[in-house]
């Protein structure tokens, strides 16, 4: 069997891109041309001989392989073959193969070895190979570290002047760890050379001034980038009164950024002539592409990938542009004239009229900027990049994003979860989602917003409540609990700051609200502040003021904002909202008590996850995914033998169509039995008369069968009776956004109504599945509500932790219903399962690395 797969664009170890895809038979002249730049050197350690030329029979084996029991990947770079791995089984059905590649000299030490082998591996493991085996030369030390530095558990022997490797292949958590951090230091890498480029061409300015090449070279140069300015243009030889070139190359200088504002049909020339000159990445301003319809999608495919095979990434198109205010770069190729003051806020924007709207609100409340990003159609470098980039980033300690999708949610969410332990991240994203891949339910804004708290992402819905975050973060630091001081000179805004502060799951602390009155003087508002902050009951502070009437200060000039700084200097956020009077810059302020207390929150959340323990993995035993695989027929899937591969007992059932068949089923079960009506939607309504429970005998059933035959028709299910319970629901659904998410809630009409379900995102550590069952609104009747019996807590979550694994390993489920399940002090039991299939749905952040 054949496999063939699309090419991958793959990031080295400087931030490259190069292409990696599988041999074809027509790659012969350029193995052939690969070996023949090969220095001696590399020739022998690769052949153990000098083999100056490749014999046309060795060339043809090169190049022929079945991509089964022999793979090859060529990588290319500039559409020239730089590098081949291969494998090749040891036999016929055997579990090894033997492992090899070789670099051309030019491209070695850029990490394409550590590529290759992850390709390779994934290739193999896919077709049965479970060990690798290679020897090498002793000489050949960076190929052995490749094998080493993999997190393989590598066993060597040395024997006939050969160093002799074997190790398993299968992924592990040393590997993924390994594999997970070239990415992050790929990613991180191919960024920083987009925002601190030492030379920068621009495409597009006009000689007259006007259009946007014009402006975005007016404000490179007018925000003082301290690189090179190197404007393009085919006939003029200054251009705003910079030299120009008809070439990029012709400046002589070092490019590393090419800025694009041609029309759409002129910007393949474009990248062509970048890439000469060196460029590393492109920012293309210019519109047309995907957002016009279809051929403008073509034409931006066709963009990024001669953009990748000259080795550069690409920002946009239809785009805002990029910024870094670093005072050693100072660059603003955007097409805001003006920047937000230097600070330590990262920005990333989908959208660039969003990003215009967002970098102007930033510069009015004194939001100090970073770097700033706007990807526009999102062709290549995305938010997920920015994310690597900014986690090492000196010069950010607080990141925001606009996101209208995802393309990559399951590794958002990884990231976010990693890089939000030390930097928050505050991410504006909308709630409309794209068509979804099954039936489940659409998540509401409460689901959404769970989903991004799972990793630690503080989600906002509106421009302004970015930024009331984000100035609440660059400046203040984090609560160390949600008890609140709220201080102020007016018992109207103290009143209303008290509610706010309800509302949003905060606790107004002991004492609280404190109202000094109209007449307090300054003296006195500031000691009352400083107590507040003081205070060991209190962990964040909330300070209103409204200006006193005529006649009620007998120093009508005092300042009351001066104590706003001296109270903030004792570790503890302070908030402000001051009807009257400019509060200090440091201190967040806010034109309502509501914002202030809802940014207060927001951040108080964030703190609270923070401390929380990040949760793990958990073992889990009786897990086959083989047999899970293999209860997902063509035609649908065997739920029983489905979720029992994940150690998920289902209460058996027997169909019956009549009452003959109920009461040969009720038999063969034994008495009492539950009689309950086939239809998905009916099997738990007991509510309807849908459901017949405890029917003790052959007279009971067959008065049941009658009535509800007559109600619902002849198709019903007979199943044996287990112990009463509460009734719980678990689903997997595939959403659009998130991809696979696990909710878990009450059964009963009331809290579907409702929607009181909570949604976690896949993978599940044990933390998620715990929250999963304490979230719903509901939860209380599992703890002993009134009286009640509490559940089995640990059995929940470790059935909540088995349907996460298989929705993690399992990707042609699109949904899965498990309903009810009663829950009880002595376990749980599973009474009803509904499984839907179709086609394997990506899982785009597993596997081997690739853009």
Not at 762 to 780: K, Q, S
Request: net charge negative; charged share 20%; hydrophobic share 45%.
């Amino acid at each position: 069997m054949t496999t063939v797969e699309q090419p991958a664009d793959v990031l080295l170890s400087d931030g490259t891109t190069v292409q990696l895809r599988q041999i074809r038979p027509d790659d012969g002249p350029g193995i052939v041309g690969m070996h023949s730049r090969f220095s001696e050197r590399t020739r022998y350690l690769r052949y153990f001989s000098p083999y100056p030329r490749i014999p046309e029979r060795d060339l043809q084996r090169f190049v022929n392989v079945d991509h089964r029991d022999r793979e090859a990947f060529v990588v290319l770079a500039g559409g020239r073959i730089v590098a081949v791995g291969r494998y090749e089984r040891l036999g016929p059905g055997s579990p090894e193969a033997e492992v090899a590649f070789v670099v051309e000299d030019a491209y070695q030490g850029r990490g394409i070895g550590s590529v290759l082998l992850e390709h390779l591996a994934d290739a193999g493991r896919r077709f049965g190979i479970v060990h690798f085996v290679a020897e090498v030369l002793p000489a050949n030390g960076a190929m052995l570290r490749v094998f080493s530095d993999f997190g393989y558990q590598v066993q060597r022997q040395y024997a006939d002047g050969v160093v002799h490797l074997s190790f398993p292949i299968a992924p592990t958590e040393a590997t993924l760890e390994v594999q997970r951090g070239r990415e992050h230091r790929t990613e991180a890498r191919s960024i920083a050379r987009l925002l601190a480029p030492r030379g920068i061409a621009v495409y597009g300015a006009s000689t007259t001034g006007q259009g946007v090449g014009a402006a975005l070279l007016g404000h490179l140069r007018d925000g003082g980038f301290t690189g090179a300015i190197v404007p393009v243009h085919p006939t003029a030889a200054t251009v705003a009164g910079l030299p120009a070139y008809p070439s990029a190359v012709d400046a002589g200088l070092d490019v590393d950024l090419a800025v694009v504002a041609v029309a759409p049909e002129a910007v393949t020339e474009v990248v062509a002539d970048a890439a000469k000159a060196g460029a590393h990445g492109l920012v293309v301003i210019s519109a047309g592409f995907a957002e016009s319809g279809p051929a403008g999608a073509a034409a931006q495919r066709a963009l990024v990938r001669a953009a990748h095979l000259a080795g550069m990434r690409v920002v946009g198109p239809n785009c805002l542009g990029v910024a870094n205010t670093d005072p050693a770069v100072r660059l603003n190729a955007t097409l805001a004239p003006v920047l937000p003051a230097s600070g330590r806020v990262g920005v990333f924007s989908q959208s660039g009229a969003f990003g215009v709207a967002l970098l102007a609100e930033a510069s009015r409340r004194g939001l100090g900027l970073s770097s700033f990003v706007s990807a526009g159609n999102r062709a290549d470098v995305s938010g997920n990049d920015l994310l690597q980039y900014w986690q090492d980033d000196p010069g950010t300690d607080v990141i925001t994003l606009y996101l209208e999708t995802f393309g990559n949610p399951r590794k958002f969410a990884r990231l976010a979860r990693r890089i939000g332990r030390s930097k928050p991240i505050v991410a504006l994203a909308s709630l409309a989602r794209p068509p979804g891949l099954g039936d489940g339910p659409a998540l509401d804004a409460a689901a959404v917003s769970a989903l991004f708290a799972q990793s630690g992402v503080i989600r906002v819905d509106t421009v302004a409540e970015l930024l009331d975050v984000g100035v609440l973060l660059a400046h203040q630091p984090l609560p160390a609990g949600r008890r609140v001081a709220v201080v102020g000179n007016s018992s109207a805004l103290t009143g209303l700051a008290a509610t706010a502060c309800a509302a949003q799951g905060l606790t107004v602390a002991d004492g609280y609200p404190y109202d000094v009155g109209p007449r307090a003087g300054a003296a006195e508002y500031a000691a009352a502040l400083a107590a507040s902050a003081a205070d060991e009951r209190v962990d964040a502070v909330v300070a209103v003021f409204a200006p006193p009437l005529p006649g009620q200060l007998t120093d009508p000039e005092a300042d009351f904002t001066a104590a706003l700084p001296d109270a903030a200097t004792v570790g503890k956020p302070v908030v402000a909202t001051f009807i009257a009077g400019r509060v200090p810059a440091g201190v967040p302020a806010y034109p309502s008590v509501e914002e202030a207390v809802r940014a207060l929150a927001r951040v108080s959340t964030y703190a609270d996850w923070l401390r929380r323990p990040p949760g793990v993995l958990p073992e889990l035993d009786r897990i086959d995914r083989a047999a899970g695989q293999a209860a997902l027929r063509v035609d649908g899937a065997d739920a029983a033998a489905l979720l029992g591969a994940y150690g998920i007992d289902v209460v058996g059932s027997v169909p019956a169509r009549s009452a003959d068949e109920a009461l040969a089923a009720a038999e063969r079960l034994g008495y009492p039995v539950a009689l309950k009506a086939a239809a998905p939607g009916l099997r738990h309504r007991l509510d309807l008369g849908a459901v017949r429970l405890d029917l003790a005998d052959p007279a009971a059933l067959r008065r049941a069968y009658a009535e509800m035959a007559a109600a619902f028709g002849a198709d019903v299910l007979v199943q044996p009776m287990v112990p009463p319970g509460v009734a719980c629901v678990v689903e997997l659904v595939e959403d659009p956004a998130f991809g696979p998410v696990v909710g878990f809630g009450l059964g009963g009409v009331a809290t579907e109504l409702l929607g009181d379900r909570a949604w976690r995102a896949v993978p599940l550590t044990d933390r998620d599945a715990a929250e999963l069952v304490d979230e719903p609104r509901a939860a209380p009747l599992l703890r002993g509500y009134r009286g009640g019996v509490p559940v089995d807590r640990a059995a929940l979550v470790d059935l909540l932790l088995r349907v996460g694994r298989l929705a993690d390993e399992q990707p042609r489920v699109r949904s899965l219903t498990l309903n009810p399940v009663l829950a009880r002090p002595d376990g749980i039991s599973v009474l009803h399962a509904t499984v839907r299939t179709g086609l394997e749905s990506p899982r785009p952040d597993t596997g081997p690395r690739r853009l």
